[in-house]
């Protein structure tokens, strides 16, 4: 028994410091950086994205040969993977027109539904709804 003793009296710091970097951990995961949940006009962007877009840019179970690009921050960086400008007017003009091997989406999605997928692009596809 002092044989265990000895061997665990060291450990105590070590303990409460891996008890201390795990709730921090908890805490940096869960409530301190929660982010909001979709606008229902995100959500319904996330909806859009998840039906016509996400085939190419996310599954690829179309088995494309040359994989699209990820969309998850285009909005993040200064250029699209295109080279054009990250705004609003050339990801609209790139879904609608097409560019290369992505097709046009002319006529598939009204004004509305183009507002909504670019909100929810700007929100960095994230997984939730609201």
Same mark, same amino acid.
């Given at each position: &028994?002092?044989?265990?003793?000895? $061997?665990?009296?060291?450990?105590? =710091?070590?303990?409460?410091?891996? +008890?201390?970097?795990?709730? /921090? *951990?908890? *805490?940096?995961?869960?409530? /301190?950086?929660s ?7 995100? +959500? $319904?962007g %996330? ?5 016509? /877009?996400?085939? /190419?840019? $996310? !599954?690829?179970?179309? =088995?494309? %040969? ?12 200064? %250029? ?7 705004? !609003?007017?050339?990801?609209a003009?790139?879904?609608? %027109?097409?560019?290369?091997? &992505? ?7 009204? !004004? $509305? ?18």
């Open positions: &028994m002092a044989d265990r003793e000895t $061997e665990l009296s060291g450990k105590p =710091n070590q303990l409460i410091r891996f +008890a201390g970097r795990f709730a /921090c *951990l908890s *805490l940096l995961l869960s409530g /301190c950086h982010v909001p949940p979709l606008t229902p006009q995100q +959500a $319904e %996330k909806h859009l994205y998840d039906i016509r /877009c996400a085939h /190419c840019h $996310e !599954d690829n179970d179309l =088995n494309l %040969k040359q994989i699209p690009p990820n969309l998850h921050a285009v909005f993040m960086q200064a %250029k699209l993977p295109s080279g054009a400008a990250a705004t !609003d007017t050339d990801v003009r790139v879904v609608l %027109k097409g560019r290369g091997l &992505m097709p046009a989406f002319a006529g598939r999605f009204t !004004d $509305e539904q183009m507002a909504a997928l670019l909100a929810y692009l700007h929100a960095g596809l994230r997984p939730d709804g609201p």
